[in-house]
Each structure stands twice: as C-alpha cells, then as structure tokens.
C-alpha cells in the first residue's frame, strides 16, 4: 500500500491570509484535516450558503461529515472557548463528536493564563508586543517550563493538577502586583469546558495519524498565525509563541519531514497585519483605508483594525525560503479591482543600502517599490483565468517570476465558490 502524505498549507506573511476558505475548499481531496498550532487566537472564517462561520480552534474541515478533524500536539485549547464554538457548529447541525479528535498532548489554556497574558503586556508598557489576550504565549511558556497542564491530564487526578498550577499563576500575578481581577465566573464556565470536552474523544493523535498515512490516507495540515510570526523565523519579539512553518507541522503533528508533500503557501495581493511590530510596506493614506474597508480587514477573532500595504515579496522569498513551498495561492485579488496603479516593495532600503533579502530586524527599512498598472474589471464574478484583465494576468506573472513558485489558485472574493484553479504553463 502507497504511504499517505501531509500537504501543508501555511500562511507566509503574518496571517489572516484566508486559509480557512482554502482548508474548506481543499478538504474534499483529503481523509484528515489536522491543525498543528496555535489556540482561539487565530480565526478562520468560512463563508458558504449565505452562512459565515469563523473556527478558533477546530479544523475548517469540520463541514466534511466524510472526514477526519484533528486537533493536533502542537495545539493550545482553552476548554470554555472550544465548548462556545463547538456548540455553535452543532446548532448549525454539524455532527463533531463522530468527526473531531483532539490530541492527549495539547496543552489546556486556563483562565490564569489570560490574566498572565493581561499582567505581561501591561508590564511591557510601551514595548508590548499586542497580544490577543487569550493567554497563548503564558501557556506555551508553561509548556517549554514543563509546568502546564494537557488535554490527557484532565482524565486523571484534574483537580490537583490545576490547583497547583493557578495557585503558581497567582504568585507570579502578586511578585508583578497584579492583583486586580476575579476569574471565578470564567473559571466556572472553563470548567463547564472541560466536563464538555470529556465527550470527545481524547486521544493519542501522533500515532493515529501515523497509522492512517500507513494505510494510504492523505492529511492536510492547517497552519494557523503566518511564517513571519513563526517564533525561530518570525519579526521577533513581535510573534506569535508556536512554529507556523512547515517544520511546526513535524512537531505539532508527530509525522516526519518524509511525510510532507505539497505545501501551500497563502498569501493575500496585497499586505496586512494585527499588533504591533515592523511592518515596512505599512501605508498610513488614504489607500490604507481604502484597502482596509474593501477588504473588510478587520480581525476575525479581535476586531481589530488590520494594517494594511502593498504586496511585500522581501518576506514573500524569505518565507517561500525557509517553508520549500511548492504551490502559491492568492487571495483577495478582487480587493485591489480599480486601483490605477499597483505597487510591489521588490526590496529594503536604510540608510543607502538595499536588500533583496530578509534582514535580522526590519526596523528601520523603506520598501523599495516596483509600480505596476492595476485592472479596472470586476474579479468577483469571473470563474476562469481566461476571463482575467491583461493587467491582472501581468501583475501575476510578475509575481512567479519574483517568486520563481507557480501562483496555482487564485481566490476572488468570500464565498468558497469564488476560487478560481491556474494552470501557470498554459
């Protein structure tokens, strides 16, 4: 029997590429859909009958009743959030008990760690980094301490274990002098989670998943965050706390490099992102604007307003680098309909010197811009790249050649059935 193989498919800038349209459009072709990092920070939305769904911890192909949903190692799960999403999919008329796996081995997000989080980025001033609160980066801190608390711990002697951790919590929130909070209507909604993901089934994934790509089953893994929020490869300190490369996929899942296949890498037309941190080919116009409310780039799971900039291929090469991706995918191509000219930042600049390449800190860089004519057609409605503007098929070729990686799949707005397949030899 043929071994099975793990397709990845990674956001390669700093997220909110899209990946859950992607996920959900590609899961027909898979037996497994398995997220391997990140926790209720990063929401995927997925937009399909008239009906929006946004996933924080659940795999996007979660709709597929014919498949296997994985919650994988790499993962942190914060009981009350995963109970609100899951029961929200249910009432949908989704069946997640017969579909859903969670790892033994993710680490559980507790309250106290959303308090940490909080406590942190206020010690931080005006340093902070502008996490999400929802306690991501204390709980793998505990987790590298190997103080935290898993999935699997709440099947044996629970309560002790979480006493001791919270009780290590709130002396680390007293040495800060942060002890202006009440958990104890959250605790008791977490633990209500808890009790409710006792119903799933909890389970040793790393070999589960081995054993199926054994008997032949192929495997998507679903990136969360994006390569330059990757914390070895990421614009550090301003990143997110887990590995969001292909690499993180070997370790947040338990299969080895030998098992990858395709990896896609997302990427939208133009730049975005959330928080703080450099972010070279930032515009603060009025184009931002525009950008920024055709694109509704606004966060999934915050509500915070994106930044917003042209195309950066700096980070695009850096990240196709370090990930070996194989296939591109582009999204939001429609957002950029109607702009006379579009730019692209082909390098960095400070103080006379250029670089093609990605430097140690981006602080401090210009985006070097190469201008390009826009389209003034409508994208949304096409459903061929026969149909596509001379200028937009352009503006892509450009883009392979920078990249010298085949752009394969282009989306053109919301709706899963907005996804347009290219074949870049034809």
Not at 413 to 422: F, L, M, N, S, V
Request: charge should be negative; aromatic fraction near 8%; hydrophobic fraction near 35%.
């Amino acid at each position: 029997m043929t071994q099975g193989k793990v397709d990845a498919l990674l956001g390669i800038v700093f997220g909110d590429e899209g990946k859950g349209k992607v996920v959900d459009v590609f899961t027909p072709r898979y037996d497994v859909v398995a997220r391997f990092a990140g926790g209720p920070n990063a929401g995927h939305t997925i937009i399909f009958d008239g009906k929006k769904f946004v996933l924080r911890s659940i795999p996007s192909g979660i709709f597929d009743k014919g498949k296997l949903n994985i919650i994988g190692n790499g993962c942190v799960i914060a009981p009350d959030l995963f109970m609100a999403e899951a029961k929200e999919l249910e009432a949908a008329g989704y069946d997640l008990r017969s579909r859903l796996h969670i790892s033994s081995r993710a680490h559980l997000i507790l309250p106290t760690h959303r308090v940490l989080d909080r406590a942190y980025e206020a010690a931080k001033g005006k340093k902070a980094v502008g996490t999400t609160g929802k306690g991501i980066g204390p709980t793998y801190s505990d987790k590298a301490s190997r103080t935290g608390l898993r999935v699997g711990d709440i099947l044996r002697d629970f309560p002790k274990r979480y006493a001791a951790l919270k009780a290590r919590h709130e002396q680390i929130l007293r040495d800060l002098n942060y002890t202006d909070y009440d958990i104890s209507s959250e605790e008791q909604l977490w633990m209500q989670g808890v009790e409710y993901m006792r119903q799933f089934c909890i389970t040793d994934t790393v070999t589960e998943l081995n054993r199926l790509l054994a008997q032949g089953k192929n495997v998507l893994a679903e990136g969360a965050q994006g390569t330059m929020l990757d914390i070895d490869h990421g614009t550090y300190p301003f990143v997110s706390s887990s590995s969001t490369t292909t690499g993180g996929v070997c370790t947040g899942l338990g299969v080895s490099p030998r098992s990858i296949g395709e990896v896609y890498g997302i990427f939208k037309a133009y730049s975005t992102r959330v928080g703080a941190g450099p972010f070279p080919v930032e515009l603060f116009d009025e184009t931002s604007q525009r950008i920024r409310s055709i694109g509704h780039e606004y966060g999934a799971v915050t509500g915070r307003d994106r930044r917003c900039g042209w195309v950066d291929l700096v980070a695009l090469r850096y990240a196709i680098m370090i990930n070996g991706v194989t296939q591109l995918i582009m999204m939001k191509s429609d957002v950029l309909d109607g702009f006379d000219t579009i730019r692209a930042c082909v390098a960095y600049e400070r103080d006379g010197q250029q670089t093609p390449d990605m430097p140690f800190d981006t602080e401090g860089w210009q985006p070097v811009y190469r201008d390009l004519p826009g389209w003034q057609e409508d994208l949304s409605s096409m459903t061929s790249e026969e149909q596509f503007p001379k200028t937009f098929a352009d503006y892509i070729n450009f883009l392979e050649t920078e990249l010298q990686t085949p752009i394969t799949i282009l989306s053109v707005g919301p709706d899963r059935a907005q996804t347009i397949t290219r074949h870049p030899n034809s």
